[in-house]
T-cell receptor
């Protein structure tokens, strides 16, 4: 079974500062993928970034980067130069790659960016 | 591209009524799934399908039925609605090739359901 834990229900960050959203996971799969999604107040789910368990380098997508520490089973999302539009719920998720396994989500972190 | 289309966007039911939430995708994705989102609970998997004719249960399947007769469509049926099924429902789809990285799931806009 797979499990995602997001321990920060809510976070505040000053505009233009960087922020780290924590995510730890547990899985018995040897190969897996880690995902981050953003859910703004409008409700849609927006894919942000992906990290494969076999990737040696941390994933980056614009202002988003994923701090992947495989031994510690953590996949923290780093948002640089926060903007007011980054205020949203952020969900960490994972999926095994070795079979027909579903995507499992954490409970999310609500990020509020302050001007 | 339409992507993943969910209908209706909003629905109010009375306890005991039945209804079907529709989900269609035009990306030829093998994998489709249904989630429900409740405050403080994240997204919980209800049912999923890895292809036409194949479905499986997720974390919270009780009270819901699914079928997958075509690649494009994956309807979710509420057999006898209960107030505990008040939630926001999301349908998602992705490729499902073993060893294919990313397998990004694309989500519909959601259906907000209230059961009175």
């Amino acid at each position: 079974a797979q499990k995602i834990t997001q321990t920060q229900p809510g976070m505040f960050v000053q505009e233009k500062e960087a922020v780290t959203l924590d995510c730890t996971y547990d899985t018995s799969d040897q190969s897996y993928g880690l995902f981050w999604y953003k859910q703004p107040s409008s409700g849609e789910m927006i894919f942000l970034i992906y990290q494969g368990s076999y990737d040696e380098q941390n994933a980056t997508e614009g202002r988003y980067s994923l701090n992947f520490q495989k031994a510690r089973k953590s996949a923290n999302l780093v948002i640089s130069a926060s903007q007011l539009g980054d205020s949203a719920m952020y969900f960490c998720a994972m999926r095994g790659l070795s079979g027909n396994t579903p995507l499992v989500f954490g409970k999310g972190t609500r990020l509020s960016v302050i001007a | 591209n339409a992507g993943v289309t969910q209908t209706p966007k909003f629905q109010v039911l009375k306890t005991g009524q039945s209804m079907t939430l529709q989900c269609a995708q035009d990306m030829n994705h093998e994998y489709m799934s249904w989630y429900r989102q409740d405050p403080g609970m994240g997204l919980r998997l209800i049912h999923y399908s890895v292809g036409a004719g194949i479905t499986d249960q997720g974390e919270v399947p009780n009270g819901y039925n699914v079928s997958r007769s075509t690649t494009e469509d994956f309807p979710l049926r509420l057999l006898s609605a209960a107030p505990s099924q008040t939630s926001v429902y999301f349908c998602a789809s992705s490729y499902d090739r073993q060893g294919f990285d990313k397998n990004i799931q694309y989500f519909g806009a959601g259906t907000r359901l209230s059961v009175l």
